[in-house]
Structures are given as structure tokens and as C-alpha cells.
């Protein structure tokens, strides 16, 4: 069985930073995708940042060049990080595990099929 995990989430002040965890357990993650979607109130849930096994990033354009998404192998955990928050990062945000079908990972959440319970961010002006 998968199982996804995230941590870190909390109340950061604009300009604060965000460092989230995501432990992943189980089989059938080595050859796939793995990802940080989010959701804010009242709107749908958007994808944040993937990353293949072999290291390949996307990131949406909303957070390119301000948010990183990594992995530790050894400690099998994903991270999502940003040295400089905004209020509209405000968001319930999930970690995820899918299936690779093409030359990066989608950034699509119907793509991903192994999901974690979410961890909120709130971001104060």
C-alpha cells in the first residue's frame, strides 16, 4: 500500500517562509510522479509543483521562480519550500503521488491517485 503524509503547514506572516514535509510509504512510487497541489477557499484545487523520479521539476506558473520542490530518497520525503510568502498562498495544501504519462509530470490533479490528508497555510498580510 502508498501512503502520503504532509507536515509544516501553519500561520506565517507575509514575507515569512514555507518549508512543507511529505512522507511517502509503500510501493509504486520509484517510477512515478509526486506533487504539492493546493486549494483556497471558495476556489478549485490547483497544482503547485511536480517532480519525476529522476529529479524533472514543473511548476505552475503562479509560483515559478518563488516556490522549490525537492526530495530526499533516503528519508523518502517530498518538501515544498519558499523563502518569501504571499497572502494568496493562503491554501489547504496536499501531497500526491501519480503515474508518469509523458516527459514531465502533469500538473493536473486528476493525474494523481494517492493522496495525503492536507496541511493548512495561511499567510497574513
Known amino acids: 500500500q502508498v501512503k502520503m503524509v504532509e507536515s509544516g503547514g501553519g500561520s506565517v506572516q507575509a514575507g515569512g517562509s514555507l518549508r512543507l514535509s511529505c512522507l511517502a510509504s509503500?510501493?509504486?512510487?520509484?517510477?512515478?510522479?509526486m506533487g504539492w497541489f493546493r486549494q483556497a477557499s471558495g476556489k478549485e484545487r490547483e497544482g503547485v509543483a511536480t517532480?519525476?523520479?529522476?529529479?524533472?521539476?514543473t511548476y505552475a506558473d503562479s509560483v515559478q521562480g518563488r516556490f522549490t520542490i525537492s526530495k530526499d530518497n533516503v528519508k523518502r520525503t517530498l518538501y515544498l519550500q519558499s523563502p518569501i510568502l504571499k497572502p494568496e498562498d493562503t491554501a489547504m495544501y496536499y501531497c500526491?503521488?501519480?503515474?508518469?504519462?509523458?516527459?514531465?509530470?502533469?500538473?493536473?490533479?486528476?493525474?494523481?491517485?494517492?493522496w495525503g490528508q492536507g496541511t493548512q497555510v495561511t499567510v497574513s498580510s
Open positions: 509503500g510501493y509504486g512510487l520509484s517510477s512515478g510522479c
Open positions: 500526491a503521488a501519480g503515474h508518469r504519462y509523458g516527459a514531465s509530470c502533469s500538473l493536473l490533479p486528476s493525474y494523481f491517485v494517492v
Open positions: 517532480i519525476l523520479s529522476d529529479g524533472t521539476t
